[in-house]
């Protein structure tokens, strides 16, 4: 029961009060300390009244359980060093990382948990021992890896076209090797070692990525953007391209270049996913991805339909034309494919001045220019700029939060001995077994003295301002020169004690 109520209390919105009950609550504790304290029994989604906090966004609450877990080791004057418990912060040997959990929430409060201390010199201490110098690694490897996997595409084995054409459109020239005959020259042999290398680094793909899906669950897993959702769907389809295309390599089964293209374009836009280790390029990311996600995918079922609509329209009005002079629409494929080049604007609307069009192709175009470039086009500019004015200001927070989470991630992942535990063990000062982390603070005793001063000058300032207001408005329009010297006077007493004042507060710093 005992442990029910400090659950509830976190989630109380009158937090002075929160605080106090729980502090009260937990006095009448008898296991204060061990597994058997009421602050370490989770709740039915495993997560203890202090995680609890963390995920509901109650800094608060969070800040006062800090206090409580902190040890003051010295002080001397406005120096001291503070030990700060992470067991449960410090994600290296929790399954349900403190970590993890607030950049997972969706509420916006929770991020705010990770500018506060020890948490944000934690993360930072992880990133930039750690984290930043094995990410620029990955990112190179990865780098070189699509390098790899992009000169074995190039020079994929292809031979020269031995059949007749069946067609006048018919433009091949080169057709796909057999593949006796794909690996037989040195040159082969390179390229052979190159896809190994891709395969393999597929394979560790989804060795890597499967397993985390099965953990967090694949909704939080790719619907989240700090978790780099999107971008997992497209390392993931990426992979399962290279497997694909494999499978047909060894099958000599024509048409390898559908997977292989969209391999290359999934492979290189994951490129991406890196900038987010980097300060300059990380908040664009996200801004591309609620753009994309937001904006886009909305706009791309108002610009289905109507393609949809208008290639269908061009596609009749010239079925009865002769495809030789305005072959534009000769068949629907090509209809809808140059109705997308026209709604983007790519290409101006297709003339022959030397035959004539049909008269419903110039009043359908017109109603497409207007419906389409007009009207849709800036619509998703209009979109656009607004989404990018909200995201802006928390974009700099997101990206953070990026940080922390490719932090944990690149923990779960990498081998102990390559990134070991932070902090100090507690046994040190005899704290026990618990892990802490020593933060040195400077308190400035002038700064709040400073600051009374302030307030205090802003307050007389705003007193005289509000007596010689006072007198303006109640003397009448008869007496207009009075009143100006009046009030010059009273402006003049206000700027010399504004003067006084931070003359007094010059000496003080």
Sequence with gaps: IGNTVLHILVLQPNKTFACHMYSLILSYDRNKEGPGSLELIPNNEGLSPFKLAGVEGNTVMFQYLMQKRKQNLWSFGPLSTVLYDITEIDSWAEDQSFLELIVSTKKREARQILDLTPVKELVSLKWNMYGRPYFCFLALFYILYMVCFTMCCVYRPLKPRTGNRTSSRDNTVYVQKMLQESYVAYEDELRLVGELITVIGAVVILVLEIPDILRVGAAKYFGQTILGGPFHIIVITYACMILVTMVMRLTSTTGEVVPMSFALVLGWCNVMYFARGFQMLGPFTIMIQKMIFGDLMRFCW??????????????????????????QFYNYPMSLFTTFELFLTIIDGPANYDVDLPFMYSVVYFAFAIIATLLMLNLLIAMMGDTHWRVAHEQDELWRAQVVATTVMLERKLPRCLWPRSGICGREFGLGDRWYLRIEDRVDPNKHKMMRYTEAFKVQDRDNYDKGSEKLETNGDTLFKKEMSALSLSRSTSRTSSHRGWEILRRNT
């Design 302 to 327: 108002l610009m289905a339909v109507v393609i949809l609509g208008f290639a269908s329209a061009f596609y009749i009005i010239f079925q009865t034309e002769n495809p030789e002079n305005l072959g």
